[in-house]
């Protein structure tokens, strides 16, 4: 019997290659760190002060909406320039703040909505105010300011 030459196999290698992992894994660390500034929630944001104009008013006073920072709603119709707002007001509900707005609306068409809110006022409590007066028909409500100065 003739021995054939053994065939010389290459030795194969068992062995997973890494390097194509770590470029993916820094490939989705890069991605993953330049989104997370994105995606973040609580940031802190400091509002622009702006100076702020008289209105003018000649035929009816407006109507001032308040909003203490308790939450606590109170209304001034500033009809009689004799009507202060003062600590002794009794706060009213948001539904009645709308309706007396919109009994008012009714006598005077042109008048003028403007709210007060304090600077420590929840801001759900004034978007509840807008949202509410919006729906019942009062487009044009104004903010009242003070100046920084």
Do not use: C
């Not at 894994?25 to 008289?54: K, N, R, Y």
């Not at 008048?111 to 978007?127: L, T």
Request: a negative charge.
């Amino acid at each position: 019997m003739i021995a054939l030459p053994k065939r010389a196999r290459p030795d194969t290698n068992a062995d997973i290659n890494i390097v194509p992992y770590i470029d993916v894994m820094l490939v989705l660390l890069v991605i993953f760190m330049m989104t997370t500034p994105i995606i973040e929630q609580g940031i802190e944001v400091d509002l622009p002060q702006a100076p702020a104009t008289m209105v003018e008013y000649e035929d009816q006073q407006p109507t001032v909406i308040g909003i203490n920072k308790d939450g606590l709603y109170y209304i001034n119709s500033m009809m009689d320039p004799g009507i202060e707002e003062t600590n002794d007001m009794e706060p009213i509900s948001l539904s009645v703040v709308i309706s007396q707005v919109i009994a008012r609306h009714q006598i005077w068409p042109e008048m003028q909505v403007f709210v007060k809110g304090d600077n420590d006022a929840e801001y759900g409590k004034v978007i509840d105010l807008i949202a509410g007066l919006k729906y019942q028909g009062i487009d044009k409500i104004g903010f009242m300011t003070e100046n920084p100065n």
